[in-house]
């Protein structure tokens, strides 16, 4: 049995950064999957959107 809360181990969100609204929350199973995320999101160019690690101590 694994332990509870393990299943994903990385979890960012993206925000609007003119008003710090969370836009979606993104949850990837591996590091390569997160890799392939910032190649990506490096190439769309969107400006005003940003992406930050989710703070885990909040709830």
């Known amino acids: 049995m694994?332990?509870?809360?393990t299943k994903?181990?990385?979890s960012i969100e993206l925000f609007n950064e003119k008003t710090g609204?969370?836009?979606r929350v993104l949850r990837f199973q591996n590091l390569?999957?997160?890799e392939?995320?910032?190649k990506s999101f490096?190439?769309?160019?969107?400006?005003?959107?940003?992406?930050?690690?989710?703070?885990k101590g909040r709830r």
């Open 2 to 5: 694994g332990k509870a809360g």
């Open 8 to 10: 994903h181990r990385l």
């Open 21 to 23: 609204d969370v836009v």
């Open 32 to 34: 390569i999957a997160f």
């Open 36 to 38: 392939e995320f910032l």
């Open 42 to 55: 490096k190439a769309m160019r969107y400006p005003g959107y940003g992406w930050r690690y989710i703070d």
